[in-house]
């Protein structure tokens, strides 16, 4: 069982920047790809950003290319989202989430391709 903790949302004008953390409570954290997710009230939880195993490899949604950036520390158990150039209509809640993955490269984006989820971080972005 893996548990993730996220951190780092909060309230910021349009053209801003946040980052997001998530610390993820597995052993093995190397073995995992992780992704981050969100999801505005009324619609489908999207994808946003993915990193492999090792951190080699990211892909991102071509909403967020260009302003988001995703990372990892292995020895810190953690992910990171930098969020730069915010906009409104980024706003909503942001969840981690884990997969074990056998292969290292793997950018897993599907939501159905992850087995663990945070509780999710609110990011609100002011016009």
């Known amino acids: 069982q ?3 903790v996220e951190s780092g949302g909060g309230l910021v004008q349009a053209g801003g920047s946040l980052r997001l953390s998530c610390v993820a409570s597995a ?7 992780m992704g981050w ?4 009230p009324g619609k489908e939880r999207e994808f946003v950003a993915t990193i492999s195993r090792s951190g ?9 290319k260009g302003r988001f950036t ?7 158990n953690t992910v990171y989202l930098q969020m730069n150039s915010l906009k ?3 706003t909503a809640v942001y969840y981690c989430a884990a997969t074990y993955y ?3 490269n793997a950018t897993p984006s599907r939501l159905n391709e992850y087995d663990y989820w945070g509780q999710g971080t609110q990011v609100t972005v002011s016009s």
């Open 70 to 76: 995703i990372s990892r520390d292995n020895a810190k």
């Open 88 to 90: 409104p209509e980024d």
């Open 37 to 40: 997710f969100r999801q505005d």
């Open 56 to 64: 080699t490899r990211t892909y991102y949604s071509d909403s967020v």
């Open 27 to 33: 052993r093995t954290f190397s073995m995992y790809a």
């Open 102 to 104: 056998s292969i290292s």
């Open 2 to 4: 893996v548990q993730l």
